[in-house]
């Protein structure tokens, strides 16, 4: 076993001209290119979203009805409405609303199939 410096000079040596490197080596420039290429779906106010439990095998519609950068705010019939805050994940947002999962890029129902259980 070498020092990390002699595999990192080993790693560098062993690497092939046109092979892509990881994207922690690329320019910013680059790295923002990508992202722009990519629509990410967010939560828009009005519209409907179908929320997940992962007890319950259904679906749960929800409307959100506000939203700023950073928050989200839901409601539905016998709950009180809810600030959630938005993530990204998988180049989608995504939130939890009273336990419900949702995310940006559910938008129909009844697509759950009870064979899975």
Not at 22 to 38: F, Y
Not at 88 to 112: M, P, Q, R, V
């Amino acid at each position: 076993m070498g020092s990390a410096k002699t595999l990192r000079a080993a790693d560098a040596a062993t690497r092939k001209p046109g092979v892509s490197q990881p994207e922690k080596n690329r320019t910013p420039a680059a790295l923002a290119d990508n992202l722009e290429s990519r629509q990410m779906e967010k939560f828009e106010p009005g519209r409907t979203y179908f929320g997940t439990l992962s007890c319950a095998h259904s679906d749960f519609p929800v409307l959100c009805v506000k939203r700023t950068d950073k928050s989200v705010w839901f409601t539905k019939n016998g709950y009180r409405d809810k600030r959630c805050k938005a993530h990204i994940w998988d180049g989608h947002e995504t939130a939890i609303f009273h336990g419900w999962y949702l995310s940006a890029d559910k938008t129909t129902g009844g697509d759950f199939d009870p064979l899975t259980i």
